[in-house]
């Protein structure tokens, strides 16, 4: 699974964070990249990646999106399979650093007021006190951030033409 950003803007000062705003996920099929319309239906993709593989059922048309690792506005995120897909009533937001390096993960309650999460503790007390909340688990929620990928550069071969490189399994011949 893959994910990519976009910098947030603000006008009073620099940004210091920038949310994951586009989602996709790679076909197991054809590897095209394809976009996924909402973090709802990504999640639903992530939580089975480990029974089930993302297929797009588009192989013949082109994909959606080429990840360029290169790129100085976008980075791509890749998260760990299985995770659970965000229990009704909570979202699960992800915060890129501002060196672009490192994604912090939030749960945030929905309506009426919005509180957010930094830890599993705080989710479990919040939970506890809360009737709606009563049938979720704790295993229902996850704060393993995704991981960025970017290029990684093997030292060329002077017996070979190409050059190959490879992150988290991500490959692409260059």
């Not at 980075?75 to 650093?97: A, C, M, N, Y």
Request: charged share 35%.
């Amino acid at each position: 699974m893959v994910r990519k950003t976009t910098q947030a803007t603000s006008h009073k000062r620099k940004p210091t964070t920038s949310l994951i705003d586009s989602y996709a996920a790679q076909c197991w099929k054809c590897l095209k990249v394809r976009s996924i319309e909402s973090q709802e239906d990504y999640e639903e993709i992530r939580s089975k990646t480990l029974e089930k593989f993302f297929e797009c059922k588009r192989c013949e048309e082109p994909g959606d999106m080429v990840m360029n690792f290169d790129s100085l506005t976008m980075r791509w995120f890749q998260d760990e399979h299985s995770i659970p897909k965000t229990p009704q009533g909570l979202k699960r937001v992800l915060v890129v650093r501002t060196n672009c390096v490192k994604v912090d993960v939030y749960y945030e309650s929905l309506a009426p007021r919005r509180k957010r999460f930094k830890s599993i503790k705080e989710v479990a007390t919040f939970i506890e006190d809360k009737e709606e909340f009563k049938d979720m688990t704790l295993e229902e929620v996850s704060f393993a951030a995704p991981k960025r990928l970017k290029l990684k550069k093997k030292p060329v071969d002077s017996h070979s033409s190409s050059r190959n490189t490879e992150e988290d399994g991500v490959s692409r011949d260059a």
